[in-house]
């Protein structure tokens, strides 16, 4: 192992040990913050409010029976039969929330329901003879015990809640530790690992960089090998390896453009003439044999001449599409509206509406950017709807670059088929309905490429509609 990646197992071993112990210093932390809050939040301030209304309900039935007894009327037990009511409510709720036998809470509850039941056994015999003075101060000592137990529940159940929240307050404490050390940590290792890998790494990469662009201005120049780590000197290997055979592979890419060359010449010529004299002679014996021949005879010969026209066709395509790039036009500042002019002046389309907005001055070939917009606003004009076509197109600068869009109020394209769209040969209607190679988008987006830009289908567009967007680099300002 050599030191570079020694270096960095140490570091990462005193990270993940440092971490580890930050992490379950937080996990114990988050896990007391959970339980106190849970304490507290659904337990003991929930029986806390219903302590009290069980308190309130045993003052409502110390109030009915009192006015009983002075009154002698039995409306004035209306409120204790009603706080009675109210009590086995506030009771039930208070064992939801915890209040069980065996835990101080339940404990607590138990001894105020046994002082209560002392008392209401005496209330009730108060109720059958209300002049017995006997019985009224028996009903008065049992209710001050009553009391007596009501007050120490309430202040034990204070007490849990403050000891709980101070347990909420030392965990949020912990936790608020926890991360200091966390980020003090990350920020001392962050630091040791800057430094190290500085003198370690940086410096030589720097250097390895600095050959590598040398290289890169003249290809024939060698990388000399790496300096500093064992890694550093690999990839310098690695990067000479790769120099060598970028440069065998641009010799073969040399070759390659050559026979390319060769391909484009017999397709715009020794292809193109034999194809030429086809279709003369299919003509020839459409226009000698008409009328001499069956109607199978005769369909015989008028597909040939269809299928020839369209072979010449599918050539000049191919032929275009293959010089995109190739050529010796230089960029230059382009007017895009003059562009646009050209484009729909070409297709020679007069029931078209068209909205065409201010366009701006992009860098390009003038010739090339006439043919992306004109294959763009024929697709549009040759997949129309009922309506009549209506063509917008509109520019928006975004940094170094303009975003134009072309739409249409056509049939539409599907959002799936938004990539398949931009392959050559690739078509999504038959041939009879909708006439074409199926190269005008690829054509597009090979321009647009060429330019540095991209093209894609909006399918973010409503109603329908069909929007391609594309971006090209930013001109010169029109004077």
Request: glycine residues 8%; negative net charge.
């Amino acid at each position: 192992m050599n030191t570079l990646r020694r270096w960095v197992l140490l570091l990462i071993v005193v990270e993940a040990i440092v971490l580890t112990a930050a992490v379950t210093g937080g996990v114990i932390g988050l896990t007391q913050l959970g339980e106190a809050r849970l304490r507290v939040v659904d337990q003991v301030d929930p029986q806390l409010i219903e302590q009290r209304e069980l308190e309130t309900s045993l003052l409502d039935q110390e109030t009915g029976l009192h006015g009983f007894l002075l009154t002698g009327r039995v409306d004035f037990l209306t409120p204790y039969q009603e706080g009675r009511a109210q009590q086995e409510q506030s009771v039930a709720d208070m064992r939801q929330f915890g209040a069980v036998e065996g835990t101080p809470a339940g404990n607590d509850l138990a001894a105020v329901l046994t002082r209560t039941a002392e008392w209401q056994a005496t209330a009730e015999r108060m109720v059958g003879a209300p002049t017995d003075q006997t019985l009224v101060e028996t009903g008065k000592r049992q209710f001050d015990a009553v009391r007596a137990a009501l007050d120490t529940q309430r202040a034990n159940l204070t007490a849990e809640r403050e000891a709980n929240r101070e347990t909420l307050q030392r965990a949020a404490i912990l936790l608020t530790v926890v991360v200091i050390v966390i980020v003090a940590l990350l920020l001392i290792l962050f630091v040791l690992l800057v430094l190290g890998f500085h003198r370690r790494v940086v410096r030589p990469v720097f250097s390895l960089a600095s050959e590598i662009q040398a290289a890169t201005d003249d290809i024939s120049r060698a990388i000399p090998p790496g300096d500093g780590p064992q890694e550093l000197k690999d990839l310098a290997k690695d990067v000479e390896a790769l120099r060598k055979r970028l440069v065998a592979e641009t010799e073969e890419l040399q070759r390659s453009n050559s026979d390319l060359e060769q391909f484009a010449y017999v397709a715009s010529h020794d292809l193109q003439e034999p194809l030429r004299k086809v279709i003369s002679f299919c003509q020839l014996l459409q226009r000698r044999y008409q009328g001499r021949l069956d109607e199978r005879g005769e369909q015989y010969i008028a597909f040939a001449v269809d299928g020839s026209r369209r072979m010449q066709v599918l050539i000049n395509d191919l032929l275009a599409f293959s010089r995109v790039g190739r050529g010796t036009g230089e960029f230059a500042d382009v007017d895009m509206d003059e562009v646009v002019r050209t484009a729909i002046g070409n297709l020679e389309q007069t029931n078209v509406d068209t909205a065409v907005a201010e366009l701006p001055t992009v860098r390009g070939e003038q010739s090339l950017l006439t043919t992306m917009m004109q294959n763009l606003i024929g697709n549009a004009i040759k997949f129309r709807g009922d309506d009549p076509p209506r063509i917008e197109i509109e520019a928006e600068r975004t940094g170094s670059e303009w975003t134009f869009s072309v739409s249409d109020n056509g049939i539409g394209i599907d959002a799936e088929y938004a990539d398949r769209i931009f392959v050559i040969f690739q078509r999504l209607h038959p041939r009879a309905a909708y006439p074409g190679t199926g190269i005008g988008l690829a054509m597009a987006r090979k321009i647009v490429e060429y330019h540095g830009g991209r093209i894609w289908l909006d399918t973010a567009v409503p109603n329908g509609r069909t929007t391609f967007r594309f971006t090209l680099p930013v001109g010169e300002k029109k004077p």
